[in-house]
């Protein structure tokens, strides 16, 4: 409580994770996929847990459609876009160029035009004149690898680009 100068402790997020995205929609905080462990060959998921301020509770919503961490999320027009992600076995260089959109009014998930190049733990994406920003990233899945560009997509008005 920024007013207060305060914490205030929540209940715990149910499934303990990192390396996962998270964005606030209509009040309500998106928590989606992440690894189970600490290392690049943990365990991956595409669960999605919601917290919601009014209830003070969490609860599960419709999984992501493919299991991955290191993802990028954002939201935009009351949809959630999540962008790439590490784990990619049937890629060389371990990562995904998935791009794919949940609507939490109809607990739907859509893919997307796929990214033009893959890539993982992108931080600080921002949405910006109708467009979704994501600079940078690492182009391997681990930490070692890493991208100067930045990618764009646009944003409709509805759950889709």
Known sequence: DPASDSWTPLPPLPTARNHFATAAIDGKVYVVGGRFGGNVGSEMTAIVEVYDPATNAWTEAAA????????????????LYIFGGEGNADDPAGVFDLAEVYDPTSDTWSSLQAMPTPVHGVNGAAVINGGIYLPGGGTERGGSSGSTGLQVFGVAGTCGL
């Open 64 to 79: 992501m459609p493919t299991a991955r961490a290191g993802i990028n999320g954002v939201a935009s027009n009351g949809c």
